[in-house]
């Protein structure tokens, strides 16, 4: 039943008119604190966005204005070392979080508790979808909602009662992901064409956006220039500083 559900993920991107309580996301975001942490640092926090001006601030800032005016619920969620530091504070301690690992610790950490938060949604049969534009303007969004230094937006999450059916799109093929004892990039010769074909089948017969294209087409267009070059410096203003 949970590899059903997992394997029947979309993204949806329009709901209906129905909004989520509180009751109803803390419960989600209960789930969502059960997942694997490292060293149980827990280095995430979540801003429930209730306030209509802020959603619609945010919803102009991302450029996803459809989601973030729609959904029953919206949710940013942020790496957090600012609870940690007051953690060590509390008993006369510094911490150190300027490290290039403590950021990929709180990526990683955000990351899986925002999962948690989404399978737990889809199994109440909500949809949901990740939304990464808050980093179009993470300064921004951050004086929004009021983020101290140490804590750092890192996608946004629309959740709600679907109004629309997407197909599941086609994931690379299991040979394509799975390697035994050591890496095989040989295998890729043969396996991308193979599945450039499978996605340019599936876009060009979706039920909507249909386009004439294909994964390699996709990739090399999305990766072959720069995006978000300003997250380097807004990382260090918040206390990221790569050391």
């Known amino acids: 039943m949970v590899i059903k559900l997992l394997t029947a993920h979309t993204s949806v991107r329009k709901y209906k008119d129905v909004p989520l309580s509180k009751e109803q996301v803390h419960e989600l975001i209960h789930a969502g604190q059960h997942a694997a942490s490292s060293h149980f640092v827990q280095a995430y926090s979540v801003i429930h966005v209730t306030d209509t001006s802020k959603r619609e601030r945010l919803a102009e800032l991302s450029k996803n204005p459809r989601q973030f005016l729609s959904a029953g619920a919206i949710l940013i969620f942020c790496t957090d070392y600012c609870r940690l530091e007051k953690a060590a504070h509390l008993i006369g301690r510094d911490i150190d979080f300027t490290h290039a690992e403590n950021l990929l610790v709180g990526a990683i950490d955000v990351s899986l508790f925002a999962q948690n938060v989404a399978i737990a949604a889809e199994s109440k049969g909500y949809g949901i979808c990740y939304i990464g534009g808050v980093r179009n303007a993470p300064q921004e969004v951050s004086n929004l909602l009021g983020l101290p230094k140490g804590v750092a937006p890192m996608f946004a999450m629309s959740i709600g009662i679907p109004d629309e059916a997407n197909e599941v799109k086609p994931r690379l093929p299991i040979e394509a992901i799975i390697h035994e004892n050591s890496y095989d990039p040989d295998k890729y010769d043969e396996l991308i064409p193979a599945y450039n ?15 004439n294209t294909n994964w390699s087409e996709d990739m090399a267009s999305f990766l072959g220039a720069p995006k978000r070059q300003h997250m380097k410096e807004f990382l260090k203003e918040q206390g990221f500083e790569f050391n």
């Open 197 to 211: 074909q499978t996605m340019n089948d599936y876009y060009v017969s979706r039920g909507a956006n249909q386009k």
